[in-house]
């Protein structure tokens, strides 16, 4: 095999890459969307608005009945005040703390766990803590989950699109540089076939250069799955909590594979082809 084709298998290798980069990104955010709209669900806060002063007695008597309540996480169950309310809005809006009348009630705030979030868990709650005494009512929205698995599916999809645009991009480069590279040797491979050479045997080197651009694609993508989990992990945000190790190594897996059949099917169907014209 001679080194006529040494520019185009850079281009080759290096659109391979950007399509092993973006199928990986498309799978993490698959594999993690269930994870990433649970964590959504157990840091949507639900609102018990409570009438003013009450007494701290019947306040903690209802934190005990919503802890009491199947689904909700005990720990998140607290009690804010409406001077609270109004210092945290304040900085969240702008709304000025010198204010005549705070507009905000003391409230309960609580969270559900993932698996009990749902409407019709809530409007159970709802209608069992409004009969309790100095409960003006429970407000919450469900918005958010819906709006995260749009904005999941929108983006994910989007990767799709454009890997798959790159997949074409990528299979044409392939065909032309391996085109490329029989025609420049075509001389040595008649040569080869005049003294009785095996098909296996001539397409070998091909085979060989195409196992070394997916290696070299593989690594790239190593790199950038590798440095993106390291940093998210390292961050301490909440991208340390969603991601997981055994999704990531499934991508790279998955991403092995594709590699696989974008490059290597697609050398070896190219020269089967090219042998089988030069033999007729």
């Known amino acids: 095999m001679t080194n006529s084709g040494k520019p185009t298998q850079f281009y080759a290798t290096m659109s391979t890459s950007i399509v092993l980069v973006l199928i990986s990104l498309f799978l993490l955010i698959?594999?993690?969307?269930?994870?990433?709209?649970?964590?959504?669900?157990?840091?949507?806060?639900?609102?018990?608005?409570?009438?003013?002063?009450?007494?701290?007695?019947?306040?903690?008597?209802?934190?005990?009945?919503?802890?009491?309540q199947s689904g909700v996480?005990?720990?998140?169950?607290?009690?804010?005040?409406?001077k609270d309310a109004l210092e945290l809005m304040s900085?969240?809006?702008?709304?000025?703390e010198s204010l005549d009348e705070n507009p905000f009630r003391d409230l309960l705030k609580f969270n559900l766990s993932n698996d009990s979030y749902s409407e019709s868990k809530?409007?159970?709650?709802?209608?069992?803590i409004e009969l309790e005494k100095g409960v003006l009512g429970l407000y919450y929205?469900?918005?958010?989950?819906?709006?995260?698995?749009?904005?999941?599916?929108?983006?994910?999809?989007?990767?799709?699109?454009?890997?798959?645009?790159?997949?074409?991009?990528?299979?044409?480069?392939?065909?032309?540089?391996?085109?490329?590279?029989?025609?420049?040797d075509i001389k040595q491979i008649k040569t080869m076939e005049i003294v009785g050479a095996e098909k296996s045997f001539?397409?070998?080197?091909?085979?060989?250069?195409?196992?070394g651009m997916i290696m070299k694609a593989m690594i790239a993508v190593f790199v950038f799955i590798g440095?993106?989990?390291g940093y998210l992990i390292q961050s301490g945000s909440i991208f340390a909590e969603i991601l997981q190790i055994k999704y990531v190594v499934l991508t790279l897996v998955i991403s092995f594979l594709a590699a696989l059949i974008?490059?290597?099917?697609?050398?070896?169907?190219?020269?089967?082809?090219?042998?089988?014209k030069v033999n007729r």
């Open 30 to 68: 698959f594999f993690h969307s269930s994870n990433i709209t649970n964590i959504v669900k157990e840091n949507i806060n639900i609102l018990v608005e409570l009438e003013d002063n009450l007494p701290s007695g019947e306040v903690g008597n209802l934190k005990k009945i919503l802890i009491k």
């Open 73 to 82: 996480l005990p720990s998140s169950v607290e009690f804010v005040s409406k």
């Open 91 to 96: 900085r969240e809006l702008n709304i000025s």
């Open 122 to 128: 809530i409007k159970d709650i709802k209608s069992k």
């Open 141 to 184: 929205e469900n918005d958010s989950v819906d709006l995260v698995k749009t904005n999941l599916e929108k983006i994910s999809y989007g990767i799709l699109i454009l890997a798959f645009c790159f997949v074409i991009l990528a299979l044409a480069i392939i065909f032309n540089t391996v085109k490329l590279t029989l025609y420049s």
């Open 202 to 211: 001539i397409k070998k080197p091909y085979l060989r250069a195409a196992f």
């Open 227 to 229: 440095g993106l989990s």
């Open 262 to 276: 974008i490059q290597f099917a697609t050398t070896n169907s190219i020269l089967n082809d090219f042998l089988r």
